[in-house]
Nanobody
Framework: QVQLVESGGGLVQAGGSLRVSCVAS??????????MGWYRQAPGKQRELVAS???????MYADSVRGRFTISRDNAKNTVYLQMNSLKPEDGLVYYC?????????WGQGTQVTVSS
């Protein structure tokens, strides 16, 4: 009932910046009512939470990205963003968008971020 499409991944040098986006669409739920999050995953490892934002706009961050990454949402565009600054090689992973609504969670297909040293 909720489709999520990420974009904006790519190749960036260490120390650089990148912004990834996630557009949500649903015929049932309003984006305003969704809690959103960004996760990332390394090959063979569990997906880890990077940042999240509530319906009211409250945010939280993993310790590893706090101060470098910023999550935000634009309800008019049904979009959640993750601005990533001061990127490190270890940030080069697949980033996934997640929506929580009505007791269920929905995932996007992921976008690859590669950070060269």
């Amino acid at each position: 009932q909720v489709q999520l499409v990420e974009s904006g991944g790519g190749l960036v040098q260490a120390g650089g910046s990148l912004r990834v986006s996630c557009v949500a669409s649903s015929t049932i739920f309003s984006f305003n009512a969704m809690a959103m999050g960004w996760y990332r995953q390394a090959p063979g490892k569990q997906r880890e939470l990077v940042a999240s934002i509530t319906r009211a706009g409250s945010t939280m961050y993993a310790d590893s990205v706090r101060g470098r990454f910023t999550i935000s949402r634009d309800n008019a565009k049904n979009t959640v963003y993750l601005q990533m600054n001061s990127l490190k090689p270890e940030d080069g992973l697949v980033y996934y968008c997640k929506a929580n609504i009505a007791g269920r969670e929905y995932w996007g297909q992921g976008t690859q971020v590669t950070v060269s040293s």
